[in-house]
Protein backbone atom coordinates (compact mmCIF):
# COMPACT_ATOMS: atom_id res chain seq x y z
CA UNK A 1 0.00 0.00 0.00
CA UNK A 2 1.30 3.39 -1.08
CA UNK A 3 -1.14 6.36 -0.30
CA UNK A 4 -0.08 9.50 -2.03
CA UNK A 5 -0.35 11.40 0.82
CA UNK A 6 1.92 10.93 3.74
CA UNK A 7 0.37 9.22 7.04
CA UNK A 8 1.45 8.89 10.19
CA UNK A 9 0.55 6.32 13.23
CA UNK A 10 0.08 7.79 16.62
CA UNK A 11 -0.01 5.79 19.70
CA UNK A 12 2.56 3.28 21.17
CA UNK A 13 5.85 4.52 18.98
CA UNK A 14 9.00 4.44 22.04
CA UNK A 15 11.68 3.12 22.43
CA UNK A 16 10.82 -0.28 23.46
CA UNK A 17 8.81 -0.83 20.01
CA UNK A 18 10.68 1.28 17.64
CA UNK A 19 12.46 -1.19 16.25
CA UNK A 20 9.22 -3.52 15.49
CA UNK A 21 7.66 -0.33 13.80
CA UNK A 22 10.57 0.05 11.58
CA UNK A 23 11.32 -3.15 10.69
CA UNK A 24 7.08 -2.95 9.80
CA UNK A 25 8.42 -0.77 7.16
CA UNK A 26 7.28 2.47 8.33
CA UNK A 27 9.02 5.63 6.55
CA UNK A 28 7.89 8.07 9.27
CA UNK A 29 6.91 8.14 12.97
CA UNK A 30 5.51 10.41 15.60
CA UNK A 31 6.82 9.87 19.08
CA UNK A 32 5.66 11.76 21.83
CA UNK A 33 5.30 10.84 25.76
CA UNK A 34 9.53 9.57 24.72
CA UNK A 35 10.71 13.18 23.60
CA UNK A 36 8.29 15.32 26.27
CA UNK A 37 8.74 13.47 29.36
CA UNK A 38 12.40 13.74 29.68
CA UNK A 39 13.96 16.59 30.78
CA UNK A 40 16.87 16.31 27.37
CA UNK A 41 14.31 16.44 24.86
CA UNK A 42 16.57 17.10 22.84
CA UNK A 43 18.25 13.99 23.56
CA UNK A 44 15.55 12.00 23.94
CA UNK A 45 14.30 13.27 19.92
CA UNK A 46 18.40 11.99 18.75
CA UNK A 47 18.56 8.27 20.60
CA UNK A 48 15.02 7.68 19.25
CA UNK A 49 15.55 8.94 15.55
CA UNK A 50 19.20 7.02 16.00
CA UNK A 51 17.67 4.05 16.84
CA UNK A 52 14.71 4.13 14.35
CA UNK A 53 17.51 4.93 11.68
CA UNK A 54 19.59 2.10 12.61
CA UNK A 55 17.23 -0.27 12.07
CA UNK A 56 15.92 1.29 9.01
CA UNK A 57 19.07 0.80 7.21
CA UNK A 58 19.61 -2.86 8.90
Not at 32 to 55: G, I, M, W
Request: hydrophobic share 45%; net charge positive; with cysteine.
Amino acid sequence: MRPKLPWFCIGGVNLKTIESVAEAGAERIVAVSDVLKPEDTASAVRELTQKFLHHKTV
